[in-house]
Nanobody
Framework: VQLQASGGGLVQPGGSLRLSCVVS????????IGWFRQGPGKELELVSC?????????YYADSVKGRFTISRDNAKNTVYLQMNSLKPEDTAVYSC?????????????????WGQGTLVTVSS
């Protein structure tokens, strides 16, 4: 099982980035995929999650609601995180994780598979 996150970079406040998480070695359609982040001196935080349930349950942290959008393309084995109106406090290493649970576990320890992180830096 491999999760490959990409798309990070340096962006100015108010800018946008789209992160991608390409998943291989498991049937993506059956897994919830979460995007986590860890900023400097901060704890690991669940930013967003898209479930695999029939209603495709979606979770967003309060800090990103209205600015971030998660989507999944099972045919491409990829989950995306569109990040708009970025703020300096969004600076963090972003990682994707997978769990065989349809309804988006909220705790990091519930996820079995993790990808490496991609660094997002929001700065002028």
């Amino acid at each position: 099982v491999q999760l490959q996150a990409s798309g990070g970079g340096l962006v100015q406040p108010g800018g946008s980035l789209r992160l991608s998480c390409v998943v291989s070695g498991l049937g993506l359609a059956y897994y919830s995929i979460g995007w986590f982040r860890q900023g400097p001196g901060k704890e690991l935080e669940l930013v967003s999650c898209k479930g695999s349930s029939s209603d495709l349950i979606t979770y967003y942290a309060d800090s990103v609601k209205g600015r971030f959008t998660i989507s999944r393309d099972n045919a491409k084995n990829t989950v995306y995180l569109q990040m708009n109106s970025l703020k300096p406090e969004d600076t963090a290493v972003y990682s994707c994780a997978a769990e065989l649970h349809p309804r988006c576990p909220l705790r990091a320890r519930e996820y079995d598979y993790w990808g490496q992180g991609t660094l997002v830096t929001v700065s002028s």
